[in-house]
């Protein structure tokens, strides 16, 4: 009987070898028929996808037709500038002072032989020349003490004009950018010649007029 259970286990011990020897090259097999039919993709730089691109902004060019402003190139007292403190910076001409309401003051002053002479000087109010750009300082009662205009020359000459001096409220002066002296052109450069009455001085009629700032301290 215990001879007989040698036997026995012996035969288990011979048969569990063989079947593992059998079993490693069928498994071996069976593996590298599934890596032939389902085989793992590789993962390579030229195998990613193309990740989306965002366009580039277009860039919208200028219609060739449009037309490029020119600079001003008018000779030196030629035309008037407005700027500063208002809405519609604008450019004056002598036919654009012409067409507005005109005003004449009737004035003793000094000329340039050192004598003092009655001229007439005719041409539109400061006031109106300004309001032509639309100051954006109030001209009314609570803002009149503030705001300015500095009027300059073709010299480089200046005067400060306060909107006090000409606002109906307050001094109401007629102050005249003129363009006419007796009827006749005015003498030396320029097409106007800022008067301001009752300055004995005569400093701040500034001859050919170029720009008008309009501003507030």
């Known amino acids: 009987m215990r001879s007989r259970l040698i036997w026995i286990a012996l035969l288990t011990s011979v048969c569990g070898v063989v079947a593992a020897t059998w079993g490693a090259p069928r498994s071996a097999?069976?593996?590298?028929?599934?890596?032939?039919?389902?085989?793992?993709?590789a993962i390579s730089a030229t195998t990613l996808p193309a990740l989306p691109q965002t366009p580039a902004p277009l860039m919208t060019a200028p219609p060739g037709n449009a037309p490029t402003p020119?600079?001003?190139?008018?000779?030196?007292?030629?035309?008037?500038?407005?700027?500063?403190?208002?809405?519609n910076p604008v450019v004056l001409t002598l036919k654009d002072l012409q067409a507005m309401p005109n005003s004449t003051l009737t004035m003793r002053v000094l000329d340039p032989d050192g004598r003092r002479r009655i001229h007439?000087?005719?041409?539109?109010?400061?006031s109106d020349v300004v309001d032509r750009a639309n100051p954006?300082?109030?001209?009314?009662?609570?803002?009149?003490?503030?705001?300015?205009?500095?009027?300059?020359g073709t010299?480089?000459?200046?005067?400060?004009?306060?909107?006090?001096?000409?606002?109906?409220?307050?001094?109401?002066?007629?102050?005249?950018?003129?363009?006419?002296?007796?009827?006749?052109?005015?003498?030396?450069?320029?097409?106007?010649?800022?008067?301001v009455?009752?300055?004995?001085?005569?400093?701040?009629?500034?001859?050919?007029?170029?720009?008008?700032?309009?501003?507030?301290?």
Do not use: C, W
């Open 29 to 41: 097999a069976v593996a590298a028929v599934q890596a032939r039919v389902s085989p793992v993709p």
């Open 70 to 87: 020119a600079p001003i190139t008018a000779p030196p007292g030629s035309v008037i500038q407005i700027t500063g403190a208002v809405a």
């Open 120 to 126: 007439i000087f005719t041409g539109p109010l400061l």
């Open 136 to 152: 954006t300082t109030s001209t009314g009662v609570d803002m009149a003490t503030h705001a300015y205009a500095l009027v300059t």
């Open 155 to 195: 010299s480089g000459a200046s005067a400060i004009i306060a909107f006090a001096e000409f606002n109906r409220d307050y001094n109401a002066k007629r102050i005249v950018l003129a363009y006419e002296e007796d009827g006749r052109p005015l003498p030396g450069n320029g097409i106007s010649e800022l008067i």
């Open 197 to 217: 009455p009752e300055d004995a001085t005569q400093g701040r009629f500034i001859m050919g007029v170029t720009t008008i700032d309009v501003g507030t301290p």
